[in-house]
């Protein structure tokens, strides 16, 4: 009997797995992904996973028991290989086929590697799932020499991290500045200021030409001729969507599986959600985007498994993204480039907000940082107004008193 089957065991798919029972769906239902573990959380895994003080262990997203006690079939460590369209059903890297009713792609995305020689040596690694992490933390200690390749996210949370666990740290950054892509300088600024009380070696501005073999580790020869010595090298440099399965199935890819507003492909029975798809954002006059962002595949995931049962409702979220660096913390709802114009709101401990407007001064997004919890809700709010198309008064947003809500 054909059920709702889901090609993914990550964030978008475990929700929408659970979503679909919620919702109603009293058929089958199984995800397929190629990891050992249940589903967990990535987001600790440049975090809490490489600063706990007890052993790690990966952050599930739903307790185990709950896959039996819902009837949700998890095949882990098995991989989909090919989608019949016409016979409607998954091909596995074991032989079997399973038909489906409806299909969920949520594939993920996956680390990029540098087209350089010697990006694949073996003291060169990326991070994405928990055995990257486990290895990042015995390698992260007191001596050893991290060179962290990628000012973006996931390599200024491994310097935070690898900084904390007393090894020395060298960011090399392409770009003249840190996080280029979805922040403004001013955050930026600070980010980057922080990684350097913290005693980071900062490079930006700098290309990378190879990475040699040294006799006790490896050398990251940069363009301008510099050499960086490093224990091990960690590439950050950004994933790309997984969508070969997709590709080869002939469905529509742009920058991502490209979906609909209802997250449909081009193939009606078939979805996507999370980081392998490109959808329009209502918010911003259906503007196709991919985020790679913790919320967005959550919600995706369970929206798809609404669509997948027949519910013609658009997805209509705004962005928004966290980092955690060391005491600070950083976020970013909407998207920053949409805006013309910031108006900077100052708020408790050092901590402070852009609000970014358009040119008919629409809030278009927000982004902020600050220690602990200081912005979280003035973020929120500012998310909010984002969502409702406000256009809010300058002087007023500027206004440290004045209460958003
Ligand atoms: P994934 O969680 O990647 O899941 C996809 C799964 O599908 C993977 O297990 C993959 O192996 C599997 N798969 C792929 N192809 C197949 C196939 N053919 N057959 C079977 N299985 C397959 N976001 C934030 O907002 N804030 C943060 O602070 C933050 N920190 C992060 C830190 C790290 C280290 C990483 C990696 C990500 C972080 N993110 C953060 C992003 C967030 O975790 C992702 O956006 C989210 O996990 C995406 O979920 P997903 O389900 O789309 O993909």
Redesign the pocket.
């Known amino acids: 009997q054909p059920g709702m089957v889901i ?7 475990a929700r929408a797995a659970f979503a679909l029972r919620e919702k109603g769906w009293a058929g089958a239902i199984t995800l ?4 050992v573990h249940a589903p967990y ?3 600790p ?2 975090k809490a996973t490489l600063l706990d003080e007890a052993g790690p262990s990966p952050r599930y997203i739903v307790a185990e028991e709950r896959f039996e006690a819902e009837a949700i079939t998890h095949l882990a460590k ?4 090919a989608i019949d369209r016409d016979q409607r059903l998954v091909r596995l890297d074991d032989g079997n086929a399973l038909a489906y009713d409806k299909l969920l792609l ?4 996956a680390p990029r590697r540098l087209p350089l020689a010697g990006a694949n040596r073996p003291g060169c690694v990326t ?2 799932r928990f055995e990257d992490a486990l290895h990042l933390r015995e390698r992260f200690r007191p001596g050893a020499e991290i060179a962290i390749i990628g000012g973006g ?2 390599g200024l ?1 491994l310097a935070a991290s690898a900084r904390q666990r007393g090894a020395a740290v060298t960011i090399i950054e392409a770009l003249p500045r840190l996080l280029s892509r979805g922040v403004p300088a001013d955050i930026a600024e600070v980010v980057q200021e922080r990684h350097r009380a913290a005693g980071c070696a900062l490079l930006c501005g700098e290309g990378i030409a190879a990475i040699e073999e040294e006799p006790d580790g490896l050398a990251v020869r940069l363009t301008s001729g510099k050499l960086v010595l490093a224990d091990l090298v960690v590439l950050g440099v950004g994933a790309s969507p ?1 969508t070969a ?1 997709a590709e080869a199935a002939g469905l529509a890819v742009d920058n991502g599986i490209a979906v609909d507003a209802r997250l449909r492909t081009s193939d009606e029975a078939i979805f996507a ?4 798809c490109s959808f329009p954002l209502p918010v911003y006059g259906g503007r196709r985007v991919r985020l ?6 959550q919600e995706q ?1 369970a929206h798809a498994a609404s669509a997948m049962l027949g519910e013609d409702i658009a997805f209509d979220a705004v962005p928004w ?4 660096q060391y005491d600070l913390s950083l976020q970013v709802a909407g998207l920053v480039d949409e805006g013309r114009h910031t108006i900077r709101r100052d708020g408790a401990e050092g901590s402070f907000i852009l609000c970014h407007l358009d040119e008919d001064g629409r809030l278009v997004a927000a982004s902020g940082i600050g220690p602990g919890n200081t912005i979280a809700r003035d973020i929120r709010l500012c998310e909010m107004l984002i969502a409702k198309r406000a256009h809010p008064d300058r002087g007023r947003l500027a206004d440290p008193n004045t209460r958003l809500k």
């Open positions: 090609v993914g065991a990550g964030e978008a798919g397929i992904g190629d990891e959380e990535r987001p895994l440049s098995r991989s989909v290989v949520a594939t993920g995305a991070l994405r996210f996931i949370e997984s399965l959600a999370g980081d392998c790679e962002s913790w919320r967005n595949a995931g993204f966290w980092s955690d």
